[in-house]
């Protein structure tokens, strides 16, 4: 069936919309500033063998679709071959109605392969013979998939222990696509798991050559590890937390947390959040100085469902919305640092959308006039990064906040074919605008409006990431 869905006013329902959209920000470069790509890929100019390897391998919100529908897991995580992978993803598609992967699967399609069929199962093979065709040329390579969504700027993450070899590989090759990664140091502070932190301090004192004995050790080396990824470009920190802790310092001795983890003593709920909070406290500080952009990933429940965590592992579709209580210790744990002028300029993503308006009003209280959107309220991200959840993040953040302040859209994705997601919310963005200036909500100050929705879609973020570039 011929592709009618993805026309050029897509999502665009006024001509106002369609104005903004094409003669603005259609043809601006993508800054990416988070996601969760390869960088070994990158800096290899990897080329996949086919569309299954490129679209399907990692992609859990197609996984839990396919689950939902019924599909057997060996054509998901299984030993079916790439094909049969494909054709099950064809015959799921069209099931996939009113959920943000049947316009993207279809986005996605067109504008890497110029597809104009709707997929399914009765045209599954032939898509796929046609996408293998174009993978195996150069344009479709890792870099040229990029490249053919004019992406000028990306950042990885990376663990602490990383030694970031595909970075400067990358930076050596002297090629247009800039390339930089978010320090991330999650397994750094995850003591709930007592095992899986002590072989974690033994990768770290590889990567140091520092002992870890103690916690001023940990500190060392973690110290050590951000001077590393300083030297070699990197300007941003990344946290994936349920709750941003918080407690006083010297409401519990760290030194002793530390010996009961290193004992395989059970720890505390209050202990565990107060070795978290005081080794993130100091994390902070380090960022600050190094003059580094700090995020925090808030609200995801993981691992949810432990029988098949066991049986396919982690980041493979057992996750889901969280209900944490955030305002309270997320407001004092930026109070703390700000408090001593070492809040840095951060990123406060949301995954409940029932605390858009506590993060859009949290931020406001630590915009101090020093700089242009110091602390912002990201773009919805993982569950939330659909129409609804775009257009629900962003009316809080206009009714509570400055919208034109704002530093637009990100991947947070494993896929090199996800980047079709900014030119999505570009259009959700101004259709959003369009609409009030047809509600009369707004003037038709057409030069203004494409300026400030340029902004959004690209020079905001440049200005707030400068050290990109560097």
Same mark, same amino acid.
């Given at each position: 069936?011929?592709?009618?869905?993805?026309?050029?006013?897509?999502?665009?329902?006024?001509?106002?919309?369609?104005?903004?959209?094409?003669?603005?920000?259609?043809?601006?470069?993508? $800054?990416?500033?988070?996601?969760? #790509?390869?960088?070994?890929?990158?800096?290899?100019?990897?080329?996949?063998?086919? !569309?299954?390897?490129?679209? #399907?391998?990692?992609?859990?919100?197609?996984?839990?679709? %396919?689950?939902?529908?019924?599909?057997?897991?060996?054509?998901? @995580?299984?030993?079916?071959?790439?094909?049969?992978?494909?054709?099950?993803?064809?015959?799921?598609?069209?099931?996939?109605?009113?959920?943000?992967?049947?316009?993207?699967?279809?986005?996605?399609?067109?504008?890497?392969?110029?597809?104009?069929?709707?997929?399914?199962?009765?045209?599954?093979?032939?898509?796929? $013979?046609?996408?293998?065709?174009?993978?195996?040329?150069?344009?479709?390579?890792?870099?040229?998939?990029?490249?053919?969504?004019?992406?000028?700027?990306?950042?990885?993450?990376?663990?602490?222990?990383?030694?970031?070899?595909?970075?400067?590989?990358?930076?050596?090759?002297?090629?247009?696509?800039?390339?930089? @990664?978010?320090?991330?140091?999650?397994?750094?502070?995850?003591?709930?798991?007592?095992?899986?932190? *002590?072989?974690? *301090?033994?990768?770290?004192?590889?990567?140091?050559?520092?002992?870890?004995?103690?916690?001023?050790?940990?500190?060392?080396?973690?110290?050590?590890?951000?001077?590393?990824?300083?030297?070699?470009?990197?300007?941003?920190?990344?946290?994936?937390?349920?709750?941003?802790?918080?407690?006083?310092?010297?409401?519990?001795?760290?030194?002793?947390?530390?010996?009961?983890?290193?004992?395989?003593?059970?720890?505390?709920?209050?202990?565990?959040?107060?070795?978290? !909070?005081?080794?993130?406290?100091?994390?902070?500080?380090?960022?600050?100085?190094?003059?580094?952009?700090?995020?925090?990933?808030?609200?995801?429940?993981?691992?949810?469902?432990?029988?098949?965590?066991?049986?396919?592992?982690?980041?493979?579709?057992?996750?889901?919305?969280?209900?944490?209580?955030?305002?309270?210790?997320?407001?004092?744990?930026?109070?703390?640092?700000?408090?001593?002028?070492?809040?840095?300029? @951060?990123?406060?993503?949301?995954?409940?959308?029932?605390?858009?308006?506590? $993060?859009?009003?949290?931020?406001?209280?630590?915009?101090?006039?020093?700089?242009?959107?110091?602390?912002?309220?990201?773009?919805?991200?993982?569950?939330?990064?659909?129409?609804?959840?775009?257009?629900?993040?962003?009316?809080?953040?206009?009714?509570?906040? *400055?919208?034109? !302040?704002?530093?637009? %859209?990100? @991947?947070?994705?494993?896929?090199? %074919?996800?980047?079709?997601?900014?030119?999505?919310?570009?259009?959700?963005?101004?259709?959003?605008?369009?609409?009030?200036?047809?509600?009369?909500?707004?003037?038709?100050?057409?030069?203004? #409006?494409?300026?400030?929705?340029?902004?959004?879609?690209?020079?905001?973020?440049?200005?707030?990431?400068?050290?990109?570039?560097?």
């Amino acid at each position: 069936m011929e592709n009618r869905l993805i026309h050029e006013n897509f999502l665009l329902h006024s001509d106002v919309a369609a104005l903004l959209y094409h003669d603005y920000v259609k043809d601006l470069p993508i $800054i990416d500033y988070h996601n969760h #790509l390869s960088p070994g890929l990158i800096a290899k100019d990897h080329q996949f063998e086919n !569309c299954s390897q490129v679209w #399907l391998a990692g992609d859990h919100y197609k996984w839990r679709a %396919m689950r939902t529908l019924g599909i057997d897991e060996k054509f998901i @995580t299984g030993n079916a071959s790439d094909k049969e992978k494909f054709q099950k993803w064809g015959e799921t598609v069209p099931y996939t109605l009113r959920n943000p992967l049947y316009h993207w699967s279809h986005l996605e399609l067109q504008r890497y392969f110029g597809v104009n069929e709707l997929l399914t199962g009765e045209n599954a093979d032939e898509i796929y $013979i046609e996408t293998t065709r174009q993978l195996k040329e150069k344009t479709h390579s890792t870099r040229g998939l990029l490249q053919i969504q004019n992406v000028e700027v990306l950042c990885t993450t990376e663990d602490p222990t990383d030694d970031l070899r595909h970075h400067i590989d990358l930076k050596s090759q002297n090629v247009p696509l800039k390339m930089s @990664t978010a320090f991330r140091p999650d397994k750094a502070i995850g003591i709930e798991d007592s095992k899986s932190f *002590l072989k974690y *301090l033994e990768q770290l004192e590889q990567s140091t050559g520092i002992k870890i004995s103690n916690v001023d050790d940990l500190l060392s080396g973690l110290d050590s590890r951000m001077d590393y990824f300083h030297e070699n470009g990197s300007r941003l920190a990344d946290h994936g937390l349920e709750v941003l802790p918080y407690h006083e310092t010297g409401a519990f001795n760290i030194d002793h947390i530390f010996r009961k983890v290193q004992n395989g003593d059970i720890l505390s709920i209050d202990e565990v959040g107060y070795f978290k !909070c005081e080794i993130l406290k100091h994390l902070c500080k380090g960022y600050h100085h190094r003059g580094w952009v700090q995020q925090f990933h808030l609200g995801a429940f993981r691992s949810v469902n432990t029988r098949m965590l066991k049986l396919r592992g982690i980041d493979s579709g057992w996750d889901s919305i969280g209900d944490f209580s955030q305002a309270r210790s997320l407001g004092r744990f930026l109070d703390y640092l700000d408090s001593t002028d070492q809040l840095s300029k @951060t990123i406060l993503y949301n995954l409940n959308p029932a605390d858009n308006e506590v $993060i859009a009003t949290m931020i406001g209280n630590f915009n101090d006039g020093s700089m242009k959107g110091k602390v912002q309220f990201g773009s919805g991200w993982w569950f939330l990064d659909q129409k609804d959840g775009m257009e629900k993040q962003m009316n809080a953040l206009s009714n509570m906040g *400055l919208l034109s !302040c704002f530093i637009g %859209m990100l @991947t947070d994705s494993r896929s090199f %074919m996800s980047f079709p997601r900014h030119e999505y919310f570009r259009r959700v963005l101004c259709n959003i605008i369009g609409n009030d200036v047809v509600n009369g909500e707004l003037p038709y100050d057409e030069k203004w #409006l494409g300026k400030i929705l340029q902004d959004i879609s690209y020079y905001n973020a440049k200005d707030y990431f400068d050290g990109f570039e560097n």
